[in-house]
Nanobody, 124 residues
């Protein structure tokens, strides 16, 4: 059983930055692809970024390309989401997710473990 705990959310002004962290425990972190998802009020949860087990491959939603960076440190059992140039439409609860796969893709329907979420609010 893997537990995921996110941190780093908060209130930030438009154009600001935040770094989210997701610490994993209870499993072999390096076996899992990691993904960040977000869910805004009244909207479905959507994928933001994925990273494969080694960190060599990443993919991003078009809405965050060039602004967000996903990374991981397997020695620290931690995945990160660096968010720059934040916009009001980035406001959401952000979740990290782990999937046991060699692929870079973290399919929402095939996630093995979810974190509890962290709120990000971007004020204009």
């Amino acid at each position: 059983q893997v537990q995921l705990v996110e941190s780093g959310g908060g209130l930030v002004q438009v154009g600001g930055s935040l770094r989210l962290s997701c610490v994993a425990s209870g499993g072999t972190f390096s076996r899992y692809a990691m993904g960040w998802f977000r869910q805004a009020p009244g909207k479905e949860r959507e994928s933001v970024a994925d990273i494969n087990w080694s960190g060599s491959r990443t993919i991003y939603a078009d809405s965050v390309k060039g602004r967000f960076t996903i990374s991981r440190d397997n020695a620290k059992n931690t995945a990160y989401l660096q968010m720059n140039s934040l916009k009001p439409e980035d406001t959401a609860v952000y979740y990290c997710a782990a999937t046991l796969t060699a692929s870079v893709y973290v399919d929402q329907g095939r996630v093995d473990y979810w974190g509890q979420g962290t709120q990000v609010t971007v004020s204009s």
